[in-house]
């Protein structure tokens, strides 16, 4: 390129226009138009972003979703200028919008091919996959009045991110609240904050989870994305969780403390490349539950956060992981309850006890914390209640008096045990997220 007459740029950029389809395609050719956006209009409903690849597409036109199958009208369409600009007809090249009347957020997909329902297209376009979530994380409003916000917010999110899914679920400690899946770690925080800053919404999540498979005794297979859904252990024959492979990129000083990090979370050796002077990539072949639960910001402080971290999903294998239940006072809490791998259960259980026994604040009643695994208590603690000395105004007298207030305090107590109801604040649920932490620093 000449950067003093710029001919060079000339040819460039005469070679790239002359790649583009022309407008105006043959009007007889089946539709195939890409949806690549929409967005949501409290008067038109949904809006859907799309590019003609073949066809016409012109107001009144029957269309069809080739995914779905799902029949619409087209009441308006037009062109971006860069408003949107209504228009008679988009054809092969050009780049608009289209609404239909369409309300539900599935009927318009990222990635979808619309093309004329009386003379639909053969195939749809290439590339179009659905997207599948391998991360699975609790949503829940601090204020339950906020249920129906919270879900008119996470539809319209919906509607330009198709990889987002979510489902009502209840829980006892938490009340009502979204299961939802995500693409990976740094897609669920992007989703949590814009619920945040642009909806208003106080949140509580839940630790992140992902999909098993698992096999029971009777040859059903079950996707099982939340610990409460695990059957029995005596149901299950085998359970298989997703591996993958992991790229990090470091700086040669860090290789050994990356290497052992990988290994204390299951991670396999795959091989090690030199892409410059002073920076290593190593490969390894990871479980995927080992790497949303705190891996980055553990990797970033062994590296001092030189580190950078890409994952692939890979296959699923055989793994040996059990559910673990905490209970409190006796109850079981499932939003507290994770999968984890059996190696590990036990030390993963006293850790998570001891952070709870520090973030759960204490009450006029003994709070008794547990972690189950199986059928066994592997781990346990208690958070001691509040006392009043009820006896400090006995200066003397006879002892069956003292002793009567006191037991009069101890059935109080045992009341007050039975019908009140333990706080569990965020730092509870943020604690699952820092185990492997905790584990290390010990």
């Known amino acids: 390129v000449s950067a003093r007459t710029g001919q060079g740029v000339k040819d460039v950029l005469e070679a790239l226009v002359s790649r583009i389809p022309a407008p105006g395609g043959d009007a007889d050719a089946p539709l195939k138009a890409l949806i690549f956006d929409s967005h949501f209009d409290q008067y038109l409903g949904i809006v859907a972003y799309i590019r003609v690849m073949d066809g016409v597409l012109q107001s009144g036109d029957r269309i069809k979703m080739m995914s779905s199958g799902k029949e619409f009208e087209v009441s308006s369409l037009g062109i971006f200028t860069p408003r949107m600009t209504p228009a008679e007809s988009l054809s092969a090249g050009e780049v608009g919008y289209f609404t239909a009347s369409m309300k539900n957020v599935g ?38 009045r906020d249920f129906n916000n919270m879900r008119e917010a996470l539809s319209k999110l919906q509607l330009n991110d198709a990889s987002l899914t979510f489902e009502p679920e209840s829980s006892a400690a938490l009340g009502t609240g979204f299961r939802c899946g995500f693409l990976g770690l740094l897609h669920m925080d992007i989703i949590q904050e814009r619920l945040e800053r642009e909806f208003g919404l106080d949140l509580i ?73 002073d920076s290593v ?57 994770f999968i984890t791998h059996r190696e590990r259960a036990a030390s993963r259980a006293r850790v998570l006890v001891d952070r709870l026994k520090e973030v759960i604040p204490r009450q006029q009643f003994e709070i008794r914390i547990q ?72």
């Open 107 to 144: 009927d318009t997909r990222v990635g979808d091919t619309v093309t004329n329902a009386d003379r639909p297209a053969k195939t749809p376009l290439k590339g179009y996959k659905e997207a599948r979530p391998m991360v699975f994380s609790g949503l829940y409003p601090i204020d339950t």
């Open 205 to 277: 999540a839940t630790a992140p989870s992902v999909i098993y498979k698992v096999v029971t005794t009777k040859d059903e297979t079950l996707w099982v994305e939340n610990p409460s859904d695990l059957p029995e252990p005596e149901k299950i024959r085998y359970i298989e969780e997703p591996f993958v492979d992991a790229s990090i990129m470091v700086p040669g000083a860090n290789i050994g403390a990356v290497i052992d990090l990988c290994q204390e979370r299951r991670g396999i050796y795959d091989k090690m490349e030199y892409p410059a002077k």
């Open 281 to 337: 990539i190593i490969k390894f072949e990871m479980p995927l539950a080992e790497i949303v639960m705190d891996f980055f910001d553990t990797l970033k402080s062994v590296t001092h956060g030189y580190a950078t971290l890409d994952y692939e999903f890979k296959e699923y294998r055989k793994s040996s992981v059990e559910k673990l239940v905490i209970l409190l006072n006796y109850e079981p809490v499932d939003a507290l309850s």
């Open 371 to 442: 972690a189950q695994a199986g059928n066994n208590i592997i781990a346990a603690s208690t958070v001691k209640p509040f006392r009043k000395n009820v006896t400090a105004k006995c200066y003397g007298g006879d002892i069956t008096r003292k002793r009567k207030l006191l037991e009069k305090q101890k059935e109080g107590k045992k009341r007050m045990k039975t019908i009140c109801r333990v706080d569990v604040p965020q730092d509870a649920f943020m604690s699952v997220l820092r185990i492997g932490n905790d584990q290390r620093n010990k």
